[in-house]
């Protein structure tokens, strides 16, 4: 019952902000973010910790700033859900204003290759979803919510340009094999950790981070081209501007760590435009290789850990 009124609650939201402007929904971002820096111990925690891993020279009061953008920005991501996927398709592909490295994806499909597109967590991720569903076949994984009765409100919103949504295990992986050997576009989160068993460690940002090795599979068995994806939000809620980045070469790598590496550096390389636009508040450096090797008598402070 509780459940049932929060997703029709949480639905409501979203079609009430789907008519929105982007910038009147900017500003909420900007009201709602003062109130998550304020109320939100754990979101604030993990976002300066990740940001001193990242940005080891700030100072404080830089390191502060960072930490009251990337908020603000993550704010305006969540609030943008109802015009991401509701609101009517001319809006958003209108909200679409700048388009980058299109001809990474058109050269790839004109030599029958297929397209990985990584999609790090950077500015606006469903907007680049509707753009890329848009404009070319497109097939990407999916995990259904922990608020079961919003499946069907997401599955609409990501699928209603022709999107393919597969699930996040062997056939959904299968159903992305075809989709490349088809000289399609497919999509995968690159920074996200994955269980054990299905990633390696490989330098973010200077520090070990267990990454996904589903990349160089996919590449092995498809000779598909990778390029990074990112929709970034423009000032003032003007709209979001397109952006595909030559993958590092290290992708294409049989050995899975180097492939990897790779991966990371392509993130890094996304985060390079604007960094207040990454969601720092995902725990990126969670896991460690001294908890993989189950180190005797390991005592490390996890860098998540309150001081």
């Known amino acids: 019952m509780i459940e049932s009124l929060q997703a029709r609650a949480i639905h409501l939201l979203w079609r009430l902000l789907s008519h929105c402007r982007l910038k009147t929904t900017w500003s909420l971002a900007g009201a709602a973010s003062r109130v998550l820096y304020a109320v939100s111990r754990r979101e604030r925690h993990v976002t300066r910790r990740n940001l001193e891993v990242a940005y080891p020279g700030d100072s404080s009061e830089q390191r502060r700033e960072r930490v009251r953008e990337s908020l603000r920005h993550s704010a305006a991501t969540m609030l943008e859900l109802g015009f991401a996927w509701i609101a009517k398709p001319a809006r958003v592909e209108a909200s679409v204003v700048e388009v980058h490295g299109r001809e990474l994806l058109d050269n790839a499909r004109a030599d029958n290759r297929g397209v990985i597109v990584l999609a790090p967590h950077f500015g606006n991720w469903e907007v680049l979803n509707f753009w890329l569903s848009s404009h070319f076949p497109f097939t990407a994984m999916y995990e259904p ?155 490390e402070q996890r860098l998540y850990s309150k001081r």
Not at 216 to 237: E, F, I, M, N, S
Not at 269 to 277: F, G, K, N, R
């Open 145 to 299: 919510p922990k608020i079961a009765e919003l499946d069907a409100v997401i599955r609409h919103g990501r699928e209603r340009m022709g999107a393919e949504l597969v699930p996040t295990n062997p056939r959904g992986v299968a159903a992305l094999l075809k989709a490349l050997k088809r000289a399609e576009a497919v999509g995968i989160l690159p920074d996200q950790e994955p269980d054990w068993g299905s990633g390696e460690f490989a330098d973010f940002f200077g520090r070990p981070a267990y990454t996904a090795t589903l990349l160089p599979k996919l590449v092995a068995r498809t000779q598909a081209r990778v390029v990074t994806g990112v929709a970034r939000r423009l000032p003032d809620g003007r709209g979001f501007a397109i952006h595909f980045l030559a993958a590092d070469d290290r992708v294409y790598d049989t050995d899975e760590v180097t492939s990897a590496a790779g991966v990371n550096a392509c993130v890094e390389s996304a985060i390079a435009l604007d960094p207040a636009q990454y969601q720092w508040e995902y725990k990126r450096w969670k896991k460690t290789e001294q908890e993989q090797q189950k180190v005797p008598g390991y005592r």
